[in-house]
């Protein structure tokens, strides 16, 4: 004879067993790192300081923003040392950076941290590794743009590019700030250019062409 089963158990049968988390391994092998890839970036950063980083954690709490940062620039310098590239270069950390200076300002060792954070973010802008529409990489190369069609940047321009570009939603949202702006003359929608944009180009272009620069 069988006994009867609980309402509640058959409620729980009969609802499908949960997804699986997918497990992500945190830890990495000697053989999986890129042990040269703290001197590459050192070398990119003027010098080979950060190297000599002693993790005294300076830099992480003098940083307005590490408590937004997935990792510490203290982390970040460790990793890079150690060859965690990949990990460094998808890290939120460098994006979430605002070039104080406060970092290498109090650094013991002199360690130009800013300089470090500019190479990984020119090296995850050349492999594409940054989030989907993120404004500050999308920022950086609609900027360079206009730079080099017009000679000059346009604010108004620059930013009604960025919003298009990312999320227009928050356009909508700054709209009425933009208008109190324009009306106050403190932003203009004209075009601004310079005379000498062919000779801006060539010049621009044989810089990019001299750098010749090897992936990290």
């Not at 000599?52 to 620039?73: K, V």
């Not at 090296?123 to 950086?140: C, D, K, N, S």
């Not at 590019?161 to 932003?187: C, D, I, Q, S």
Request: charged share 25%; glycine share 4%; proline share 6%.
């Amino acid at each position: 004879m069988m006994l009867p089963v609980p309402p509640a158990m058959r409620a729980s049968a009969a609802k499908s067993p949960p997804p699986m988390k997918t497990v992500v391994r945190r830890i990495k092998f000697e053989s999986e790192l890129d042990l040269a890839f703290g001197e590459r970036v050192a070398e990119r950063a003027y010098g080979q300081k950060l190297l000599s980083c002693i993790q005294c954690g300076t830099c992480s709490a003098t940083c307005p923003l590490s408590h937004y940062m997935d990792y510490t620039p203290r982390k970040i310098i460790a990793m890079t040392r150690e060859g965690f590239k990949d990990e460094v270069l998808n890290s939120l950390t460098i994006w979430l950076c605002a070039s104080c200076y406060s970092c290498q300002v109090q650094c013991p060792r002199q360690i130009h941290i800013t300089d470090v954070m500019y190479a990984l973010k020119r090296e995850a802008i050349a492999r594409g590794f940054y989030p989907a529409h993120h404004p500050i990489p999308v920022l950086a190369r609609s900027f360079y743009e206009r730079v080099f069609a017009q000679g000059r940047n346009t604010e108004s321009r620059l930013l009604i590019t960025l919003y298009l570009r990312t999320n227009p939603l928050v356009m909508l949202r700054e709209a009425f700030l933009g208008f109190h702006l324009w009306r106050k003359g403190r932003l203009s929608l004209k075009k601004e250019s310079i005379a000498g944009r062919k000779d801006l180009r060539k010049m621009l272009n044989a810089v990019e062409h001299g750098k010749k620069e090897e992936p990290l």
